[in-house]
């Protein structure tokens, strides 16, 4: 299992870290903390990536 850092995430996603951020918070884009850091597994970046909806609010 990768771990990405939200600045890696926002990277591969050509999005700046605050959007990340947002995604996380709106629970659209799934997240995991390790300590006090806020991690984003890279098989679920995939999925999100994929459209799977089990990701959307709405």
């Known amino acids: ?22 995604l996380i918070k709106q629970g659209v884009l799934p997240s995991v903390r390790v300590g006090g850091s806020i991690r984003v597994v890279r098989e679920d970046l995939e999925q999100f990536l994929k459209g799977d909806r089990k990701y959307d609010t709405e």
């Open 1 to 22: 299992m990768e771990l990405l850092t939200v600045y890696e995430t926002a990277k591969l996603l050509k999005l700046s870290t605050n959007r990340v951020y947002a």
